[in-house]
């Protein structure tokens, strides 16, 4: 599998956008970058994942560079309640011996401040 | 849909003695999936199924261990006997095959006195 690296924590004010940032420069052709994010005491959530476009959904956007070796995940307007450990992954759709096997590293904790 | 359910939600229990954990999958899914999490390691996968079948098991930690699914609607995962280093929030997860968005129950927090 390949991996990712994340910074360790990061803030944002309430209503700004936060942009978190992952690098994954050993990523293969067909693995699709996810993001998830685990909130306290809860169990992680999928937010959005993309292969090489830049996706959007009702929770985030994803911005992946054009040689895939980094992405960007965008909480247009933070709030309170996106304080969490958001986690980078990097896995393969198609099969083979990654699918399915969601590797959770450290993450970033978002912290999110009136 | 009610979501991945687990139970129990919490469970205390001296070193040594059985413990079993429960999750039920959204319907649906075919896939299942068992994970650990603790504040040294993080969160690990150790087994997942696909169809009720075994697909991994490459990270369940050692024969005390175990894991079934006897129907698409029901798995358990057993630990005898228990130690205190297995003391972490077990958590369950499913997905349609074939697709990684996962979704995940609110977990069991297993401690081993």
């Known amino acids: 599998d390949a991996k990712t690296t994340q910074p360790p924590s990061m803030d944002c004010a309430e209503g700004r956008a936060a942009n978190l940032p992952c690098n994954h420069s050993?990523?293969?052709?067909?693995?699709?970058v996810y993001w998830y994010r685990q909130i306290h005491s809860q169990g992680p959530q999928y937010i959005i994942h993309?292969?090489?476009n830049n996706e959007t959904n009702e929770m985030a956007s994803l911005i992946i560079t054009e040689d895939r070796k980094s992405s960007t995940l965008i909480l247009p307007h933070a709030t309170l309640r996106d304080t969490a450990v958001y986690y980078c992954?990097?896995?393969?759709?198609?099969?083979?011996?990654?699918?399915?096997?969601?590797?959770f590293g450290q993450g970033t904790i978002l912290t999110v401040h009136p | 849909d009610a979501g991945v359910i687990q139970s129990p939600r919490h469970e205390v229990t001296e070193m040594g003695q059985e413990v079993t954990l429960r999750c039920k999958p959204i319907?649906?899914?075919?896939?299942l999936f068992w994970y650990r999490q603790t504040m040294m390691r993080g969160l690990e996968l150790l087994i997942y199924?696909?169809?009720?079948?075994?697909?991994?098991d490459s990270g369940m930690p050692e024969d005390r261990f175990s894991a079934k699914m006897p129907n698409a609607s029901f798995s358990t995962l057993k630990i005898q006997p228990s130690e205190p280093r297995d003391s972490a929030v077990y958590f369950c997860?499913?997905?349609?095959?074939?697709?990684?968005?996962?979704?995940f129950g609110p977990g069991t927090r297993l401690t081993v006195l």
């Open positions: 199924f696909n169809n009720n079948v075994p697909i991994d």
């Open positions: 050993t990523i293969s052709g067909n693995e699709y």
């Open positions: 992954i990097v896995v393969s759709n198609a099969g083979g011996t990654s699918y399915g096997k969601l590797t």
């Open positions: 993309g292969l090489k």
């Open positions: 319907s649906g899914h075919n896939s």
């Open positions: 997860a499913s997905s349609l095959a074939r697709n990684n968005e996962q979704f």
